[in-house]
């Protein structure tokens, strides 16, 4: 069965809060997301394989748990996702990160698959999908059949804000998925925007909301 694991943390809520003012600055907005990347880590994580190693401490030899071989591969739904993606690199040394690139058609919400960049041994990597926003799941969905494809088993995807249908829409198609969510708001809009929401992420995290 599908898990969906919303954070709901006073430190999240606080950052969350800020992303949603419309006078954050790029420079802030960027600031923050990572911020919350970080604090959401933990849950994502919790299932990466990890293989029990011997560990000599300047006092005893113990037994302590490395991440397996080969790492994960965090899988950045561009372009919003690529910022979390990083952040989260930094944090799994051996991650590897692959990229799916997809555009939203503005009017009929249709996605556009231009780019797909994935390690050639993904099948073997467990995978951490970012993207801040889990809004229509019409981004999502393509990249989760993508990557089951190409004969992904494990999969945890990670947002910043959801909305009850999207969850609806990918835990129905994809019934063995885990999201881990800081916060779900309260709906769609029309324009498939997230209310209340934060706005486009793309644009606020690269500072091109006034095209
Ligand atoms: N993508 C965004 O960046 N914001 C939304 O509200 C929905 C999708």
């Known amino acids: 069965m599908a898990t969906v694991i919303e954070l709901n943390n ?15 600055s790029s420079r802030e907005f960027r600031q923050f997301v ?25 006092l005893q030899i113990t037994t302590g748990q ?17 910022i979390m993606a990083e952040t989260l690199r930094d944090l799994i040394s051996d991650a590897s990160i692959g ?23 993904i099948s073997d990597r467990y995978c951490v999908v970012v993207d801040p926003m889990l809004a229509t799941g019409n ?5 989760l059949r993508k990557l089951i494809e190409t004969g992904v088993t494990q999969i945890t995807v990670v ?27 309260d709906r769609l809009n029309e324009k498939g925007y997230i209310l209340p929401g934060l706005g486009d992420a793309g644009d606020r995290i690269y500072g091109t909301d006034d095209r």
């Open 159 to 185: 947002n910043i804000l959801a909305c009850p249908e999207g969850i609806e829409r990918i835990t129905s198609e994809y019934p063995d998925i885990r999201i881990v969510v800081a916060k779900v708001d």
């Open 34 to 58: 990572k911020e919350i990347t970080i604090l959401l880590a933990a849950e994502a994580t919790n299932d990466l394989p990890v293989t029990e190693v011997e560990v000599e401490t300047p």
């Open 66 to 82: 490395l991440i397996s071989q080969p790492g994960p591969c965090i899988v950045s739904i561009m372009r919003a996702g690529n």
């Open 10 to 24: 006073p430190l999240v809520l606080d950052r969350i809060t800020r992303l949603r003012d419309k006078t954050t």
């Open 99 to 121: 990229f799916i690139g997809l555009a939203r058609q503005p009017v009929t919400l249709e996605i556009d698959d231009y780019y797909t960049n994935l390690p050639n041994d």
């Open 139 to 143: 981004s999502l969905s393509v990249a």
